[in-house]
């Protein structure tokens, strides 16, 4: 994590979390329009607590794929590049340690960003179209602290395909040990199963992509609550996230540095 807080591209992400609820309540705020055409998208002037559900949905297609692949496709072929894997590996520490405090600071950081944009957009929506509450996807209306804890889950639920996507970051920096193949290669992946997602003839295989998984949260605002793809999404995920992260790890470690 303190290698994190000294890389510029740490707050790229971090920046880009936080200025994009700014730029969505402003855009609000100069134009009379709303998007409609996404749920939640015309309550966004009724309740500050809308904004943040319309961003998770916007931000699936390319902000968190982006901000997870820009530390986890760097976080091990920064060490390739900059030649200090041979000299990390002369500490006290085993490689699956090493390879644990990595995996974890992706995490760690990816779920900070996450948290960032969630909080900005719950008080500047607040501070645009006030505390109330949301009407569900069922119809129904949720009181505005019952609406804030179901915001708080869904990002909880957001957070699960982004530890696949992290897995696959992982992979790619071991395995090409380029930071900028492997960013690039996690955000063309998940760009590349959202096409899938809408290619035709290929529907069958949407709800078994990691990016469908980006709308698992939507089942806290049905009545009664819907576990049917938040249960989904913590097993497809895993599929995702499980496999890669293994291969990532033995690729770690049998890393040769004997060259340095």
Known sequence: MR??????????????????????????ALQSGSPNDVPFGKYVRESGLAVPLVLLLF????????VTALVAGDIIAAEDHNGTLKMILTRSLD?????????????????????VMGTTAVVAGSAKSGFHGVISLSGTRVSALHALGLVA??????????VGIVGIGLLLSAITRNSAAAVVGTLMTALLMQLIGILPGLGGLEPYLL????????GFFRTP?????????????ALYAVPTMLVAYLIFLRRDVAGG
């Not at 931000?59 to 968190?64: H, P, R, V």
């Not at 889950?153 to 982004?162: G, L, N, R, W």
């Not at 990016?211 to 939507?218: C, L, P």
């Open 3 to 28: 290698k994190l807080a000294y890389q510029k591209r740490t707050y790229l992400g971090l920046g880009a979390a936080l200025a994009v609820p700014l730029i969505f309540v402003t855009a609000l």
């Open 59 to 66: 931000s699936s297609i390319w902000l968190f794929p982006l």
């Open 95 to 115: 490689r699956g340690q090493v390879f644990a405090g990595k995996l974890l600071a992706a995490l760690t950081y990816a779920a900070c960003a996450l948290l």
């Open 153 to 162: 889950a869904s990002f909880a639920v957001y957070m699960i395909p982004i």
């Open 211 to 218: 990016t469908t998984q980006f709308s698992a949260w939507q």
């Open 225 to 237: 609550t819907d576990w049917v793809p938040i249960i989904r999404a913590v097993w497809v995920c």
